[in-house]
């Protein structure tokens, strides 16, 4: 029984690694539409085929996520913020972002 529990916990521990790695391909997707968006201005319409590619809903789907067309319309709209990822995630912009909305509120 042990041996069940250990092994279970290791492929666990080994999907939430998968799970992970495709998590940073659909981020490395997105910084790519973004900086398409830059420069050619086709980012979101990049960014939309891909996510509804067999490929593409492949790997949202290893990375935890529903491919469905919600998920593309937001994939699409951050794509139009025109912010990269590591931007978008880091601590100084969730800051500015609640300042923004505080202040809207006001």
């Not at 529990?5 to 492929?11: I, Q």
Request: with cysteine; net charge neutral; hydrophobic share 40%.
């Amino acid at each position: 029984m042990r041996d069940f529990v250990d092994g279970s916990a290791f492929n666990f521990e080994q999907g939430q690694r998968a799970r992970k790695l495709f998590a940073a391909v659909v981020l490395a997707a997105l910084d790519d539409a973004i900086a398409d968006d830059k420069k050619y201005g086709n980012g979101a319409e990049q960014i939309a085929r891909w996510a509804r590619s067999r490929d593409g809903r492949e790997v949202l789907s290893c990375a935890g996520i529903d491919p469905n067309e919600r998920v593309v319309k937001g994939l699409v709209e951050f794509v139009g913020k025109g912010v990269r990822t590591s931007v978008a995630l880091s601590r100084e912009e969730s800051e500015r972002r609640m300042a923004a909305e505080n202040a809207e509120a006001a």
